[in-house]
């Protein structure tokens, strides 16, 4: 069992940054690939970014690419995800999830256990 919380979230003006945390506990953090998603209102849940389980190996919506960085830190039990250049369509809670195994997916259902999301705002 891993239990996963997000915080960071907040409201920013369009242009800004933000550095989303997320904080696991209970099983070896460093057994587990590690992903992004985020969901805006009246729309599905999307993949925002994942982190394999030593860092080595990143992905990321082309939604994102090249403005937001995930990061992990397996001695912290810490993943990040550091938001630059930020515009509205980004507004949406943002969740943390877990995946057993090395490699994270872009799939949902990759995951094994979640966090309870942190919401992000960007103004115009």
């Known amino acids: 069992q891993v239990q996963l919380v997000e915080s960071g979230g907040g409201l920013v003006q369009a242009g800004g940054s933000l550095r989303l945390s997320c904080a696991a506990s209970?099983?070896?953090?460093?057994?587990?690939?590690m992903g992004w998603f985020r969901q805006a209102p009246g729309k599905e849940r999307e993949f925002v970014a994942t982190?394999?389980?030593?860092?080595?190996?990143?992905y990321y919506a082309d939604s994102v690419k090249g403005r937001f960085t995930i990061s992990r830190d397996n001695a912290k039990n810490t993943m990040s995800l550091q938001m630059n250049t930020l515009k509205p369509e980004d507004t949406a809670v943002y969740y943390c999830a877990a995946a057993p195994g090395a490699y994270g997916s872009i799939f949902q259902s990759g995951y094994d256990y979640w966090g309870q999301g942190t919401q992000v705002t960007v103004s115009s």
């Open positions: 982190i394999s389980w030593n860092g080595g190996r990143i």
């Open positions: 209970g099983r070896t953090f460093s057994s587990y690939a």
